[in-house]
C-alpha cells in the first residue's frame, strides 16, 4: 500500500477558491497516473478530476469544468487539485489515487475501478 496524504481542505463561502495537495514519499508522481475523487456520506466516490503521468492527458467531471484544474508540483513531488467558484454542491471529502501497477499510463480516468492506492482524504465544505 502506497501512502498518500492529501492536505489543504476548508470551510468555505460560495464562490470561494481552495488548493489541496497530495504528497507522497512512495514513488515519483510524475511517472503515474492519478487522479481526485470526491465522497459524500452515503455515496459512491466521484472523480473530479485526472491526469495522466505526463499531464498530457487530463479529465474533468462536467461539474467543475471551468473551475477545478490538476496539475503536478514535480519538485514538491505532489498532486495538486485548484479549485476556485465553489459551491455547496462541491463539498465533500476529496481523495488522490493513482494506478500503481503500472508506471507511465499515458491516459486516465474518472472511474475509481482505476486507481488501487487511495488516501485518506481532506474535507471539503462550502457554505455560506
Known amino acids: 500500500q502506497l501512502e498518500l496524504v492529501e492536505s489543504g481542505g476548508d470551510s468555505v463561502q460560495p464562490g470561494g477558491s481552495l488548493s489541496l495537495a497530495c504528497s507522497t514519499s512512495s514513488f515519483t508522481v510524475a511517472h503515474y497516473s492519478m487522479a481526485w475523487f470526491r465522497q459524500v456520506p452515503g455515496e459512491e466516490r466521484e472523480g473530479m478530476a485526472c491526469t495522466s503521468d505526463t499531464g498530457t492527458m487530463t479529465l474533468y467531471a462536467d461539474s467543475v469544468k471551468g473551475r477545478f484544474s490538476i496539475t503536478r508540483d514535480r519538485a514538491k513531488n505532489t498532486l495538486h487539485l485548484h479549485m476556485k467558484n465553489l459551491e455547496p454542491e462541491d463539498t465533500g471529502n476529496y481523495s488522490c489515487?493513482?494506478?500503481?501497477?503500472?508506471?507511465?499510463?499515458?491516459?486516465?480516468?474518472?472511474?475509481?475501478?482505476?486507481?488501487?492506492?487511495w488516501g485518506q482524504g481532506t474535507p471539503v465544505t462550502v457554505s455560506a
Open positions: 489515487a493513482v494506478w500503481a501497477l503500472t508506471p507511465h499510463r499515458n491516459w486516465c480516468t474518472l472511474f475509481s475501478k482505476d486507481y488501487d492506492n
